[in-house]
Every structure is written in structure tokens, then in C-alpha cells.
């Protein structure tokens, strides 16, 4: 499945997929906004056998077929190198 990827300008480390180029018709627009000013990372093309560094790719896969966009959160390591007003409440 071909999906593209975008980056969240506002928050590091943060990044949505989407099955279509500049289509963000599926992704809810409170979500959308709280992404900031997306910049457009790369296209990809995955099946679910195929190892990425940090997802699942049959959960992507999965996610693009049955909501139309799926959302890469920071990994715990990454969180820690966030800035802390930043970084999500651990506790």
C-alpha cells in the first residue's frame, strides 16, 4: 500500500500517514490542527511483512484502510529529548 508521510513542525517526532498525497479529507480537523504546519517527510511503499524502524506495518496498513490516516507518536526515548513543557505527564 502507498502512503505518504508528513511531519509535524510543532511537535518533534510526530508524524501522520495518509494514503493520499495532500489529502487530508479523513484526518478529523481537531487533530489536524494540533499537528501545527505539516511538511511532507516521503512516500512509502508497505505491506505488512515489511520491518520499519519504529511501527507495525500491517497496524499502518490497517489504520489507512479502516480510518484513512494513522499517527506515529514519539517513542518513549524520543520524549526524553523533548523540551519539557513539551513532554506528556509520565506519572
Same mark, same amino acid.
Do not use: P, T, V, W
Given at each position: 500500500? &502507498?502512503?505518504? #508521510? =508528513?511531519?509535524?513542525?510543532?511537535?518533534? =517526532?510526530? =508524524?501522520? =500517514? #495518509?494514503?493520499h498525497k495532500d489529502d487530508f479529507s479523513k484526518v478529523p480537523n481537531e487533530l489536524l490542527n494540533s499537528f501545527g504546519k505539516l511538511e511532507f517527510v516521503m512516500d512509502l511503499y508497505i505491506t505488512k511483512d515489511r520491518k520499519l524502524a519504529r %511501527?507495525?506495518?500491517?497496524? #499502518? #496498513? &490497517?489504520?489507512l484502510i479502516d480510518q484513512g490516516f494513522f499517527v506515529q507518536l514519539p517513542s518513549l526515548e524520543d520524549k526524553r529529548c523533548l523540551p519539557p513543557f513539551l513532554? %506528556?505527564?509520565?506519572?
Open positions: 500500500m &502507498q502512503c505518504f #508521510i =508528513y511531519k509535524s513542525l510543532k511537535k518533534d =517526532y510526530l =508524524y501522520l =500517514y #495518509i494514503a %511501527e507495525d506495518a500491517g497496524k #499502518i #496498513i &490497517q489504520c513532554r %506528556e505527564d509520565d506519572n
